[in-house]
């Protein structure tokens, strides 16, 4: 971003994650409370980042495998005749997904209770920014109207 600036960029999605990185403003006189609530935003960032890279690389992965072990008990072969790809229909994907599902269900129970645990951290450092600011604004005023 421009060294002028004065907001929170967002970058293209990342293609291991699909998340949309952001690049975080930083306020030449940030506040320690301030800066408590962008670093716990970053640090909410990058383990969303870390585990939504993980997941999708495993999900790949099984996916092709599970693709593969199918086609090959058919007798087919991934790159089928006439030079079209051999795939699986609906009904045998639903497989992989539910089993994909309910093999790393607690891992996902694991991460909605960080996720909702971060995000109540930040939301509550938000309140406690916002609260400052709304008081920092009315102590300049009442000091301005006073002179």
């Not at 994907?93 to 909605?112: G, P, T």
Request: aromatic share 12%.
């Amino acid at each position: 971003p421009p060294a002028h600036s004065r907001n929170d960029w967002i970058g293209p999605p990342d293609r291991h994650s699909n998340l949309r990185p952001v690049i975080f403003y930083v306020a030449p006189e940030e506040s320690p409370l301030e800066r408590r609530l962008r670093e716990a935003r970053q640090e909410a960032q990058a383990c969303d980042q870390r585990f939504w890279a993980r997941h999708n690389l495993a999900f790949c992965r099984e996916k092709e495998e599970f693709i593969y072990s199918r086609l090959k008990a058919k007798g087919l072969e991934m790159g089928a005749e006439r030079g079209q790809k051999a795939t699986l229909n609906a009904e045998e994907m639903a497989d992989f997904y539910k089993e994909f599902l309910s093999k790393n269900f607690r891992k996902h129970m694991q991460y909605n209770r960080d996720w909702y645990k971060r995000n109540f951290t930040i939301t509550f450092l938000m309140g406690q920014v916002a609260l400052a600011r709304a008081l920092r604004k009315l102590r300049w005023k009442k000091k301005n109207v006073g002179n």
